[in-house]
């Protein structure tokens, strides 16, 4: 006989990104990991070109994820998640390397940038649910030798969020002031997410 927990529909998170699976695995959240194929640079360009702000931008792509894998996963709860960087009115794009990473965080040091975190689900091809969030970090005037300290520890995992920091490790130390959702900083916004999904009955109560 099943039971009600053994009825509910599937999580799927459609995205590569290895924090915001450790995000869900770490909350005990059962889901598979299937991130779509999006080239984000044209939307971003043309989501520029229209004016919209960055808080949209991450929305769009939010949205965009998780309805394009929903028509795979026709029956699963499908989270889509973006981030956007805003700093002095520019937007920084992940970067690809750990050169592009030491670019970035020398362009934030001593500055407070604005972080926008959305994550959207969707089901069978519609949006059901959106949250969105921001977050102003404090970059610390860090010395050249910090960096080097740095990248020395993180490599090439500077380059899997669009920040260059690994705010669970050692990208703690490039901050001197933190407001926001740490779980939004990560990738997802944990609490609203998990809110949604106990009242939509996909995960126990």
């Given at each position: 006989?099943?039971?009600?927990?053994?009825?509910?529909?599937?999580?799927?998170?459609?995205?590569?990104?290895?924090?915001?699976?450790?995000?869900?695995?770490?909350?005990?959240?059962?889901?598979?990991?299937?991130?779509?194929?999006?080239?984000?640079?044209?939307?971003?360009?043309?989501?520029?070109?229209?004016?919209?702000?960055?808080?949209?931008?991450?929305?769009?792509?939010?949205?965009?994820?998780?309805?394009?894998?929903?028509?795979?996963?026709?029956k699963a709860?499908?989270?889509?998640?973006?981030?956007?960087?805003?700093?002095?009115?520019?937007?920084?794009?992940?970067p690809v390397?750990?050169?592009?990473?030491?670019?970035?965080?020398?362009?934030?040091?001593?500055?407070?940038?604005?972080?926008?975190?959305?994550?959207?689900?969707?089901?069978?091809?519609?949006?059901?649910?959106?949250?969105?969030?921001?977050?102003?970090?404090?970059?610390?005037?860090?010395?050249?030798?910090?960096?080097?300290?740095?990248?020395?520890?993180?490599?090439?995992?500077?380059?899997?969020?669009?920040?260059?920091?690994?705010?669970?490790?050692?990208?703690?130390?490039?901050?001197?002031?933190?407001?926001?959702?740490?779980?939004?900083?990560?990738?997802?916004?944990?609490?609203?997410?998990?809110?949604?999904?106990?009242?939509?009955?996909?995960?126990?109560?």
């Amino acid at each position: 006989m099943m039971g009600k927990n053994d009825m509910m529909a599937p999580l799927v998170l459609a995205s590569s990104s290895g924090s915001r699976a450790r995000v869900l695995a770490s909350a005990g959240l059962n889901f598979i990991q299937d991130a779509p194929l999006v080239d984000e640079a044209p939307v971003k360009e043309r989501l520029q070109n229209e004016n919209a702000s960055a808080a949209e931008c991450a929305e769009a792509l939010a949205k965009l994820k998780a309805i394009k894998m929903s028509y795979k996963h026709k029956k699963a709860f499908v989270i889509g998640a973006d981030q956007v960087l805003e700093c002095d009115g520019n937007w920084f794009n992940k970067p690809v390397d750990v050169d592009q990473a030491r670019n970035l965080l020398l362009a934030l040091r001593g500055k407070t940038h604005q972080l926008w975190t959305c994550a959207a689900i969707a089901k069978g091809g519609a949006p059901i649910w959106k949250h969105a969030s921001v977050a102003y970090l404090t970059v610390r005037p860090f010395t050249d030798s910090f960096l080097d300290w740095y990248f020395a520890r993180v490599g090439d995992l500077a380059t899997q969020s669009v920040g260059a920091y690994q705010l669970e490790g050692p990208g703690a130390q490039l901050f001197s002031k933190i407001n926001g959702d740490f779980f939004a900083i990560l990738g997802l916004p944990l609490l609203p997410l998990m809110a949604f999904l106990r009242e939509s009955e996909a995960v126990p109560i």
